[in-house]
């Protein structure tokens, strides 16, 4: 037979006993990629079968927020990473001891805060984002009647304003001249002028939030993954196309017009959530890493401790904050953006990371991730951050059960995620350090299945099931 030559991913075939040798190849290739899954779903099972691991399908709505929700509060600003106040509302609810004090050492945007001050309980909240801080603390302040003229005077003059009047100085952020047009640019920076005026305090912290709020509604881009895309580029069936500015909505509608619009709308739906001259307890807010600040947290001084910390995913949130850390003049330099990132969990590759050689955490952790696959990865210091993930959150939730009193509970929502085609099973590698720490574990209540594209899905079938979100509910034994 003639030889036939034609190349298949790099490899040479010809004539019959190429065939046969590729196949061979395919063959043994097939045998080695299951055998490292049937390695890591014996890991995986062997970790579940530890714990009270179980389909919760009520906890599905409760383990996000709905960013667009009319819901009092939720519609202050668009915040997607945070989840449910009826989440914390049922873990107070069915806590054994009484709920004197609340810990969410992952505040955000302050969906526990804000459920806590509407119970009158007292609340600490740690976060290193200092544009979800201002959110959350307008949320949670006792606004008072004079309060609310104030507001109200500051607003008639945002819609008197006009070109020509003072503006707060033009962020340095590279990409600023796409991310606004020039009207809406100068609308908005005249109207912080407005705003920075105003003194630190209830009325700032409200009229801030209403104009951090409306930023993404009149600017060219929209928050998607871990990051912004700008509105002219339309995902379809064969990937993203470009589309005239003149063709996205709204873009036709004047800048100033635009602005005002947008800005009235959001301060009244604000006004009406606010109940002035009512007194309940505030929480107290610390813009620092939770990892190390729990230390100023008195001992057994917490009843519930209720919280989501970032993925182990390796998503940099704060690059999906980006226009609105610069817009608000809260950071002026790359280096202030940087700055702000290293305070963060180590979740990402972008942070400094810096990993001890002893083997201090699950033996399971360290099997899987040797088992991941370098030339698979997107970056070659994704297995150190992995590590560096882990001994964060071991940090954090020694400090979480030396607050807890005796009889409390600390509830986590996380997700798996997966690199290289291997599983990485937070919630109850989470769950097994808890244990080591003194922690029992009452539940792991799975919430939903994480999706993934139809590649991977079908290069780890056996294993998606392993993708969740899940509660993890940790209890401090009485007397412990």
Known sequence: MAAVSKSTDSVA??????????????EKLNESIDSQVRKQE??????DSSFNVFEDSSAADLVHSSPNSGERFQRWFRYREGFSPELIDRAVRQLDIETVSILDPFSGAGSTLVAAHQAGIPSIGFEVNPIVSIVARAKTHNYSTADIESIRRVLRQVQMAAPGQPMAKRPALGILDKVFRTDVLN???????IID?????NVNDFLMTGWLSTLEGVSNVFKEGNGIKYRNRKRT??????IPWEQVPGFEIEGWGLVKSRLASQFHAM???????VQLASPVVHEVSSVTGIDGVK?????LAIFS????????????FKVELWMSGLVETYADVRAIGERALRSHVEMPIVVPEARTLPSELYALVEQIDPTKLWNSKIPKTIFAYFLDMRELLAGVYRTLSDGGECHIVIGNSAYGGVVIPTDVLLAKIAVELGFGVDRVAVARHLTTSSQQRRAMEPLVGYLRESIVVLKKERNA
Do not use: H, W
């Not at 609308?187 to 002028?193: E, M, S, V």
């Not at 069936?237 to 470009?242: A, E, L, Q, R, V």
């Not at 001992?299 to 009843?303: L, N, T």
């Open 271 to 277: 006004l009406e959530d606010v109940e002035p001259d």
């Open 42 to 47: 014996k890991i995986l099972s062997v970790l």
């Open 187 to 193: 609308a908005l920076l005249t109207i912080r002028q």
């Open 13 to 26: 075939i010809s004539g019959e006993g190429g065939l046969d040798a590729l196949e061979a190849s395919a």
């Open 309 to 320: 910390p970032p993925y182990c995913n390796n998503f940099n949130y704060m690059k999906i």
């Open 237 to 242: 069936s064969n990937g993203y196309t470009t």
């Open 299 to 303: 001992d057994q001084s917490i009843s």
């Open 197 to 201: 005026e105003v003194p630190a305090g």
